[in-house]
């Protein structure tokens, strides 16, 4: 099967003098990658890094596009990164509902899709015209996983979704990002400390503790 | 139009700070405004009142006093005048449309005007209803009289002394209405009626007047003449378009200094304005940071950091609006009438398309600050942190 997202070993500044180095990940469409390590061993700083979040000292990171692999940029162009992404922490902008984030998110990222589906699938179709921060724990991130489809990118960082969330809430977080990956074909690479949940991964990644 | 949304979006998480400073800007916006409307509409008023008036003759006293006594009749008169030496100097050959005026009582807070048939000349008919006086006794009231006291043509009153009843009337003597005269500012708060009713009422047989005012068709006689009155005689003679002139020149230093008030305030709100701006990228650049991470160009949040500004700034010329019309319906209940702002001076100006325009594109600059503060953060670190 062929690379989706392939990254060198990338090496990222943290603090002065000192650098973090990741190995090197390549990830294939369809795949589910679960990255798990102590707290500090840098699943964060990682992902951001291939998010083109995070500036790095050395390496690169390819994603495929059209079935080439193209070498990105770091900071990359945004639109054309290719990636989506879940952060830890739902964010969602102050007074906006549940509807106007998820324009919001089409809007940053210049799409028109319908995700109605996805929200239905998601069991957040009750809840479309109140505010973001008024939902559960367990709602925010679904609809923060439902904002990363929006995407349409075939590479899918989630860095840590499910670590404020109940055993439930978690699974069917992860359930959801399946349903995702089998009808986008995209590839995921998830961050946790659930140990639980790798029982789900197609592979795992296990990040050692810094030095 | 996405943009506008989101940032009305983050307007309404932070409506009060936002609020409080639109209408600190609008504060500012209005002073300017009413300032330029204040001083435009006194000049227009003076313009208007004193069109045609080149000579006063009235008891000494202050010449301000006097132009606000008996040009624009919103002062007391500082006393009489005989009118025998008045009329000695009004037989000067320049001296043409004398207009003589003599206080009489009040009508509630309306003054009754005794005057001659020249100051019904220079009012003119073309609003009148009904007809000018031709005998004592008879009188003409002011449209906003005769709204206020719910008199008209036929109708009967008496003065009293004063502004209160209190202080002695004259019930006696009855004056009939014969006319309701729809004029512009003073006139339309003033009772007229003949010289001679104001002399029977108080039994003047001396017929003082309390003014006479008149046009002098010499320039040089203009010039000369009222200081050869205040030399030869116990009258004041002033020329009532260099009082007013000295008047406008007092006015404008006040205006001057309120100006300068104003703009102080103006420049507060703006400087809250940046600093609302800044504090809310800080707070929330996490959320700018997922935007960016979401996929959206730095033009992308720059549209959403500057429409705040924008939409703060149109709020406040929307309040500006506001005030501006709450200012000329309410102008009547803090200005006195003779002073109120004519229509014409309340009409949009130059001065307010500069301010506005001032504001909005002050509003898109101070939002380039925090826009570019924005492009100075770690997105990894802003998302870390959160």
Redesign the interface.
Not at chain 1, 107 to 110: E, T
Not at chain 2, 289 to 297: E, F, I, K, Y
């Given at each position: 099967m062929d690379n989706i997202l392939q990254a060198s070993e990338l090496a990222v500044p943290v603090g002065i003098n000192r650098q973090l180095t990741f190995p090197p990940l390549q990830l294939q469409a369809g795949e589910l990658v679960i990255m798990t390590g102590n707290s500090g061993s840098g699943k964060?700083?990682w992902m951001?890094?291939l998010?083109g979040?995070?500036?790095i000292a050395s390496g690169h990171v390819s994603i495929a596009k059209h079935g080439q692999l193209s070498r990105t940029h770091c900071?990359p162009d945004?639109?054309q990164?290719g990636i989506g992404?879940i952060?830890?922490?739902p964010?969602?902008?102050?007074?906006?509902t549940v509807k106007?984030n998820l324009?919001?998110?089409q809007?940053?990222?210049?799409s028109q899709g319908d995700l109605q589906s996805w929200v239905e699938r998601m069991g957040l179709t009750h809840c479309m015209h109140q505010q973001a921060h008024s939902l559960s724990l367990g709602e925010q991130q679904r609809l923060s996983a439902i904002?990363a489809f929006?995407?349409d990118a075939p590479v899918l960082l989630a860095d840590e979704p499910t670590a404020s969330l109940d055993r439930d809430n978690a699974t069917a977080l992860i359930e959801s990002l399946r349903a995702y990956q089998q009808v986008s074909q995209c590839a995921v690479l998830l961050a946790t400390h659930d140990a639980s949940l790798a029982a789900m991964a197609d592979r795992i990644i296990e990040l050692p503790s810094p030095s | 139009m996405?943009?506008l949304?989101?940032a009305f979006?983050?307007l309404?998480?932070?409506l009060g700070s936002a609020s409080m400073i639109a209408l600190v800007l609008s504060l500012g916006i209005i002073g300017m405004a009413l300032m330029d409307r204040a001083e435009k509409g006194m000049t227009m008023q003076l313009r208007n009142s004193l069109d045609g008036t080149d000579l006063l003759l009235c008891a000494k006293g202050s010449p301000t006093q006097s132009i606000l006594a008996h040009v624009l009749h919103v002062d007391v008169a500082s006393g009489n005048i005989p009118s025998e030496t008045a009329d000695q100097w009004l037989k000067h050959p320049d001296i043409r449309h004398v207009r003589r005026l003599a206080y009489g009582d009040q009508l509630g807070e309306f003054r009754i005007l005794g005057c001659d048939s020249a100051t019904w000349l220079h009012i003119g008919e073309s609003q009148l209803t009904g007809r000018w006086p031709s005998q004592s006794m008879e009188a003409v009231i002011g449209s906003t009289v005769a709204q206020a006291s719910s008199l008209s043509v036929g109708d009967v009153f008496h003065g009293s002394h004063g502004m209160v009843d209190d202080l002695g009337d004259h019930a006696h003597q009855d004056y009939r209405v014969v006319g309701i005269v729809d004029a512009s500012n003073p006139w339309d708060r003033i009772i007229f009626t003949p010289l001679s009713s104001v002399w029977d009422i108080h039994q003047d047989k001396d017929h003082a007047y309390t003014a006479v005012l008149a046009s002098i068709d010499n320039p040089m006689t203009r010039l000369m003449l009222p200081a050869r009155i205040q030399k030869a005689s116990k009258m004041m003679a002033i020329s009532p378009a260099m009082e007013g002139n000295r008047m406008m020149t007092w006015l404008n230093r006040g205006g001057q200094i309120m100006q300068i008030m104003t703009l102080l305030l103006q420049l507060i709100g703006f400087i809250s304005l940046l600093l609302l701006l800044h504090a809310h990228v800080r707070e929330?650049r996490?959320?700018y940071?997922?935007?960016?991470?979401?996929?959206?160009?730095w033009w992308?949040v720059f549209q959403v950091v500057a429409w705040q500004n924008v939409l703060i700034v149109l709020a406040a010329l929307s309040f500006t609006v506001i005030g501006l019309l709450m200012a000329y319906f309410s102008q009547s209940l803090w200005l006195p009438s003779a002073l109120n702002i004519p229509n014409q001076a309340w009409a949009p100006s130059t001065l307010d398309a500069v301010m506005a325009g001032v504001a909005l594109i002050f509003s898109g600059i101070s939002s380039v600050g925090p826009w570019l503060s924005l492009k100075k953060i770690?997105?990894?670190r802003a998302?870390?942190d959160?």
């Open positions: 964060s700083t951001h890094a998010a979040l995070q500036g900071p945004w639109r990164s992404f952060p830890q922490r964010f969602f902008w102050p007074s906006l106007g324009d919001l998110a809007w940053c990222k210049g904002r929006s995407h | 996405k943009a949304a989101f979006a983050s309404r998480h932070r929330h996490s959320n940071a997922l935007m960016r991470a979401m996929g959206s160009t992308q770690s997105l990894h998302l870390v959160a």
